[in-house]
């Protein structure tokens, strides 16, 4: 074995959200913390993602004049989490995550703030809230990164306005209602205005929103702790000294070398999304491979614990977290995945129908029931297609998948496939390979209801959280419309995953254990490497960030234990 010639304290790998927040925490109780990150960009899933972080008994709450309890929230969990695997762990989550977001915020450029009107997906449940168990990053200055921001990985392009101006969501209506309301016309013209700017410094938009201001807040924490983080380098193996993890070994450029870790070392590379033979074992069939998430996460994590003895937690109800995705391409070549989470599906005015071109799910379900719906009527067939079906007023008020609203040329989606149109529903049936009776038979079906706001079948726009992602001003029902006006457009959706919920089996300090429940010594994980505390369950948005900023915190506050103690010690003596 070669000598090493580095040696931290800590050395986390992966500069996720988890992952900072474990270097992060670290070095601010006086560590020295290595990142060790695979790609050319810290951020992440995260740095893509809607940012939400659902802590459930959050002070913000408190201060929003909101309620909560555990007592709630244990409830609440009883009955979306039945299972009684984790159990301890979320017991961990629900005790923590409160003192994980208090201590960020005193001592990390880490700000959250409550979102009051988000509800859990699951509102009829007891112990359900209508708010505030979500919080959101606040938004942040991109040039406070100074050179750095080049290192943060850019949202996605079809998130952006205009090249690169990300929007506050509160933000949106605003642009919708332009030259209709003052208020918003002053508005849109202020924030187009300050973009135009941003870009004659920056090559994108410095006015952060949304996974992007979290992942730019982690990351402005570690560089004015001055953590080292190493690019583009791979983590070949662990170092072991004995039965503990002492180190690793990395791939950096054209040679190797071992960097030693006195502490431990914490697994946060995000989890197996990108791995087909790990999909292949742990997924169903029918959900094919069409991810959301960074490439960057293809098991390395669960890879390196396998060779320390860790033990997988593979006891889940789902193996990952679902979203409807469709696909396309973008204008360098490059595949893009667009996930159909808040923007479309709970809008008045568009179904979903499955091969046989009939409806199969209440289209407002949360995106992980929704993916649900779709791998049980794939019935393991991985090639089934599923389209969401709307006419031209929908595509026109709210958009599909990444064509905005009020868009007036369609011409290009439709010359590339990604968008199929038709004078009428016959029509865009046999576009689709579905029978045409059938489909017709669909949209008049939903019609005859859905013009008096009304879905017998599936109940669409029956509860608070349905309501909340369907257009508050269309009456009697936000979420329900007839399909009227041709032309017609349908799009095909996919199955896809937003993270793996099959990781390492961790204790309530973050510690990887090994089959027997025994840790792995010198060895953490968080995130999507960490198995899912809810059992691959999807009770509210956030409930990925909020365990992994959680964790990732204990990881790092318990690496920092015995050094807290022989200070006090010092102390007293």
């Known amino acids: ?86 159990a301890g762990l979320r017991a961990a989550f629900l005790a923590r995550g409160p003192e994980a977001v208090a201590w960020l915020e005193a001592n990390t450029a880490v700000r959250l703030q409550p979102v009051k009107a988000c509800p859990d997906y699951y509102p009829e449940r007891l112990g359900a809230t209508s708010g505030g168990r979500v919080l959101e990053p606040v938004a942040f200055d991109g040039t406070r990164l100074g050179k750095a921001f080049a290192r943060l990985r850019p949202p996605l392009p079809e998130f952006t306005r205009f090249g690169g101006m990300m929007v506050n969501p509160l933000d949106i209506p605003h642009f919708r209602r332009a030259g209709k309301s003052l208020r918003s016309t002053v508005r849109a013209a202020w924030l187009v205005s300050a973009y135009a700017l941003q870009r004659l410094r920056s090559p994108r938009g410095t006015t952060l929103h949304l996974g992007n201001a979290l992942a730019a807040r982690l990351y402005a924490s570690l560089l004015a702790r001055q953590v080292e983080i190493l690019f583009s380098a791979d983590v070949e193996d662990l170092s072991m000294q004995g039965d503990r993890v002492a180190g690793v070994v990395i791939r950096h450029g054209s040679r190797d070398r071992l960097i030693a870790a006195r502490r431990g070392v914490v697994l946060a590379t995000g989890g197996f999304s990108h791995d087909a033979s790990l999909r292949k074992r742990f997924f169903p069939p029918a959900a094919g491979f069409v991810s959301a998430t960074s490439t960057a996460g293809t098991g390395d994590g669960l890879r390196l614990a396998a060779t320390a003895g860790a033990a997988l937690n593979t006891e889940a109800t789902s193996p ?72 031209r007023q929908f595509l026109w008020s709210y958009g599909l998948g990444r064509i905005k609203p009020f868009t007036r040329n369609v011409r290009r989606y439709v010359a590339s496939g990604e968008l199929i149109e038709a004078p009428d529903i016959e029509r865009l049936a046999a576009s689709i390979g579905v029978k045409p009776t059938a489909l017709a038979a669909t949209v008049a079906n939903y019609n005859v209801d859905a013009k008096d706001g009304r879905d017998p079948e599936f109940g669409r726009g029956s509860t608070t959280y349905q309501r909340h992602l369907g257009d508050i001003g269309h009456k009697p029902n936000p979420c329900v419309a007839p399909i009227l006006r041709a032309p017609f457009f349908a799009m095909r959706i996919h199955p896809a995953d937003l993270g793996t919920a099959i990781g390492m089996r961790v204790d309530a300090q973050a510690r990887v254990l090994r089959e027997d429940g025994t840790p792995v010594a010198g060895l953490y994980a968080c995130g999507n490497d960490m198995g899912s505390i809810m059992n691959g369950n999807y009770p509210g948005p956030g409930i990925m960030l909020g365990p992994a900023l959680t964790f990732g915190y204990v990881a790092g506050r318990h690496l920092a234990e015995g050094r807290v103690i022989r200070e006090m010690a010092k102390e007293q003596a």
């Open 320 to 391: 990952a977290y679902w979203v409807p995705a469709s696909l396309f391409r973008r204008a360098d070549g490059s595949r893009g995945v667009f996930p159909h989470m808040v923007t479309d599906r709970a809008k008045p005015g568009v179904i979903a129908v499955n091969a046989a071109g009939r409806r199969f799910v209440n289209e407002a379900l949360s995106y992980h029931e929704f993916v649900l719906a779709m791998l049980r009527d794939g019935n393991g067939k991985p090639d089934r297609p599923f389209h969401l079906i709307c006419d």
């Open 1 to 86: 074995m070669m000598p090493a010639h580095e040696t931290y304290d800590v050395i986390v790998i992966g500069a996720g959200a988890g992952g900072m927040t474990a270097a992060a925490v670290a070095a601010t109780e006086g560590l020295r913390v290595l990142v060790i990150e695979k790609t050319a960009f810290v951020g992440g899933t995260t740095a893509w993602s809607g940012g939400m972080v659902w802590i459930p008994g959050n002070s913000k709450m408190k201060e929003a004049g909101l309620s909560d309890s555990v007592t709630d929230a244990v409830q609440y969990l009883s009955s979306t989490v039945p299972e009684p695997a984790n």
